[in-house]
C-alpha cells in the first residue's frame, strides 16, 4: 500500500471533540453548524449498547465521527491487551470510521494503568517495539492507524535521536499515519529548548492524516498541555506554516476541560477553518492562474 492512502481524506475538514455538555447545544441546532465531524473519545463507546451508542448514532446521522484512543499504549513492553482490540474493532466497524488514532506512548504496567501519556525513550529498540505493536493492531483493526505525538515533560537518558527522528522511524517501520498534534510540539519545544519547526518540518508529509489544535498553560520556563483554553498564537502560527507545508488536512480543535459554551466553541474551531479554507483554495486546480 501507499503512504499517500493517509491523506484519503484530506477534504474532511474541521471538527471538535464531542463533549456531554455540548449534546443538548448540539441536537437543539436548527440546521447543521459551521463544523464538518466529531472526534470521540473511543473507551467511552466501547460498549455494546445503552445510552452512548444512541447518542453516537445521532450524531453519526448528521456528521462523520471518528474515534481516538487514550489507552491502546502502542509503547507497551508487554505487549496489547486483545481485548481492548477486539473492543475497538466492534466500534470501528459500528461507526464505519475511516481511520483511528491513538498515541505513541506507554501507560500501563502488570495491569494497572496510569490514565497518562507517558513518553518512551527514543532509542531504535523502542522503536522497533512500538512499530511491531502497531502492525499489530492494523492487522486487527483493518483500518489506517494513525499515531499522535504525545506532550512531554521529562526525557530519558537513553535516548539517542531526537522525537522528531523517533516518530519518523516508527511510522516507517509500522507503516502508519501520523495524528501531528501542533500544540503537542510546541508544548514540548518549550519544555525541552528545541525549534518547533525543525520538528514539524521532518516529519513525512505524506503520513499525516490528520492534525490536533489545543489550549495550553504557559508557566515562566514550562507548558501544560491542558487543553483548556483557546488555541496560543504561537500556536495557530505554527498551524498556519503546518498546512502550507501539508495541504489541506483533517483539523480537530481538542478542548477537554474548563469547557467554553458551545457557541465558543464553534467560534474557535471557525479560526482553524478558516486556515483550512485558505490554503484549500490555493490548493484548488487553477488557483495560481486565478491570481
Ligand atoms: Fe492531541
Keep these: 500500500m501507499s503512504a499517500n492512502r493517509f491523506n484519503a481524506h484530506s477534504a474532511l475538514g474541521v471538527g471538535v471533540g464531542l463533549r456531554a455538555p455540548h449534546l443538548d447545544d448540539l441536537f437543539a441546532a436548527p440546521e447543521k453548524l459551521p463544523l464538518d465531524w466529531f472526534e470521540i473519545i473511543a473507551e467511552n463507546f466501547m460498549v455494546d449498547g445503552g445510552r452512548p451508542l444512541q447518542t453516537l448514532e445521532q450524531v453519526r446521522s448528521r456528521y462523520p465521527v471518528i474515534p481516538h484512543g487514550v489507552s491502546t499504549y502502542v509503547g507497551s513492553a508487554q505487549g496489547l491487551d486483545p481485548a481492548h482490540l477486539r473492543r475497538l474493532k466492534a466500534l470501528v466497524?459500528?461507526?464505519?470510521?475511516?481511520?483511528?488514532?491513538?498515541?505513541?506512548?506507554?501507560?500501563?504496567?502488570?495491569?494497572?494503568?496510569?490514565?497518562?501519556?507517558?513518553?518512551?525513550?527514543?532509542?531504535?529498540?523502542?522503536?522497533?517495539?512500538?512499530?511491531?505493536?502497531?502492525r499489530q493492531v492494523q492487522d486487527v483493526l483493518e483500518v489506517p492507524f494513525v499515531i499522535e505525538n504525545v506532550s512531554s515533560y521529562a526525557e530519558f537518558r537513553a535516548s539517542t535521536m531526537?522525537?522528531?527522528?523517533?516518530?519518523?522511524?516508527?511510522?516507517?517501520?509500522?507503516?502508519?499515519?501520523?495524528?501531528?498534534?501542533?500544540?503537542?510540539?510546541?508544548?514540548?519545544?518549550?519544555?525541552?529548548?528545541?525549534d518547533p519547526r525543525t520538528y514539524l518540518a521532518a516529519i513525512p508529509a505524506e503520513r499525516v492524516a490528520q492534525l490536533h489544535l489545543a489550549g495550553h498553560a504557559r508557566f515562566e520556563s514550562f507548558i501544560i498541555d491542558t487543553h483548556d483554553a483557546p488555541?496560543?498564537?504561537?500556536?495557530?502560527?505554527l498551524y498556519a506554516e503546518t498546512l502550507a507545508r501539508l495541504g489541506p488536512t483533517p483539523t480537530l480543535l481538542e478542548w477537554d476541560a474548563q469547557l467554553p459554551t458551545f457557541a465558543?466553541?464553534?467560534?474557535?474551531?471557525?479560526?482553524?477553518?478558516?486556515?483550512?479554507?485558505?490554503?484549500?483554495?490555493?490548493?484548488?486546480?487553477?488557483?495560481?492562474?486565478?491570481?
Design 93 to 134: 466497524r459500528r461507526i464505519e470510521a475511516p481511520w483511528v488514532s491513538d498515541h505513541l506512548c506507554w501507560g500501563a504496567v502488570d495491569g494497572h494503568t496510569s490514565h497518562d501519556l507517558l513518553p518512551l525513550p527514543y532509542t531504535s529498540e523502542v522503536a522497533r517495539l512500538c512499530a511491531a505493536n502497531i
Design 162 to 194: 531526537t522525537e522528531w527522528q523517533f516518530v519518523t522511524e516508527v511510522a516507517e517501520q509500522a507503516d502508519c499515519g501520523l495524528l501531528l498534534d501542533v500544540n503537542n510540539v510546541y508544548v514540548s519545544s518549550v519544555n525541552h529548548g528545541f
Design 231 to 237: 488555541v496560543a498564537d504561537a500556536v495557530w502560527q
Design 264 to 291: 465558543e466553541l464553534l467560534a474557535e474551531a471557525g479560526k482553524a477553518a478558516k486556515l483550512l479554507a485558505e490554503v484549500t483554495a490555493a490548493a484548488a486546480p487553477g488557483a495560481a492562474r486565478a491570481g
